[in-house]
């Protein structure tokens, strides 16, 4: 397999099985477990960062208040979609957390129209709108928004969005990501300590390996990630990314047993529907040649 492609497959594969690793920290809060992942993540990402000796960034974020405060919004965007996924794993609700990331990249397709300006094409208006109909069909179903996926795929969405345009790489980012959120992560924690109320130390030693395993387990996929992005095309890249999702549903389904009637299925396949339309035009757009530039001097050529 093509190294890049191996790469950033197993990146989102990595992703996938999160639910795996998060259900087994059910019984510690979600908000704690998000500390826990800012601070190991931290700490893992200043050791990697120190080793391969990437510090140059750290000065030009500094005199830049801009940077900062892009990132502070990022970090905000990223936390609420940490802990929104932890919390839906640990109740119960995988199903609902890959719908999310199903519709993430057609919101990202909205916020472009929305936020970029950019113009959509007629199949991308399409898609956008088969799976407007998906989850409103899931709402009325359901008898309410499936709010759980609209703020994963919001939050990671508006996340990308600003990542987009940021100044920093995937790596340095989330390290100064971290750093941010970091004070108010060890405030929780001390807090918790403090009074008793902490899951760590736990005397459950599982538990205890569990919470300090969240920073490589974080960061180990965006590594993967990074080296991958930089060697595939940007389509191949698109289509991978289903595959965080699908297997995050199929978890959800056949091992975690969660409720998924007839009526739900026919909403998720609107949105599927919506993703393959998605999906297909902008495959077939790439493998498009661009029609010639003709210069002035260039007659065009008739039949």
């Known amino acids: 397999m093509h190294p890049g492609i191996a790469s950033a497959a197993l990146a989102y594969v990595c992703w996938g099985l999160f639910p795996l690793y998060f259900k087994q920290l059910a019984d510690v809060a979600a908000l704690e477990v998000l500390a826990h992942r800012v601070v190991w993540s931290l700490l893992f990402l200043l050791v990697v960062l120190t080793v391969r000796r990437q510090w140059a960034w750290w000065r030009q974020a500094l005199r830049e208040p801009k940077v900062l405060g892009a990132f502070a919004f990022s970090a905000l965007l990223l936390s609420a979609n940490w802990l929104t996924y932890i919390w839906a794993v640990t109740h119960g609700h995988v199903v609902d957390a890959s719908l999310g990331y199903f519709i993430t990249p057609l919101v990202n397709v909205l ?71 970091a004070p108010a992560a060890f405030a929780l924690l001390g807090w918790g300590m403090l009074h008793g109320s902490g899951s760590f130390p736990s005397a459950d030693d599982s538990t205890n390996a569990l919470l300090i395993g969240i920073g490589p387990v974080t960061a180990i996929p965006l590594l993967l990630f ?24 199929v978890l959800g389904i056949w091992l975690f047993h969660e409720a998924f009637t007839p009526m739900r299925f026919v909403g998720f396949c609107l949105i599927w529907l919506a993703l393959a339309i998605y999906s297909a035009e902008g495959w077939l757009r790439t493998r498009t040649p661009a029609p010639p530039v003709l210069t002035p001097d260039q007659p065009k050529r008739t039949a």
């Open 226 to 249: 990074a080296a991958g992005a930089r060697r595939i095309p940007l389509s191949t890249l698109g289509l991978l990314q289903y595959l965080a999702p699908s297997i995050q549903f």
């Open 111 to 181: 916020l472009s129209y929305t936020v970029l300006h950019e113009r959509l094409r007629p199949l991308q208006w399409t898609a956008v709108a088969l799976a407007g109909v998906g989850v409103l069909w899931l709402a009325v179903q359901g008898g309410e928004l499936p709010w759980i996926a609209l703020v994963l795929a919001c939050t990671f969405g508006a996340y990308g969005l600003l990542r987009k345009t940021a100044s920093l790489g995937a790596l340095e980012g989330l390290a100064l990501e971290t750093m941010l959120l």
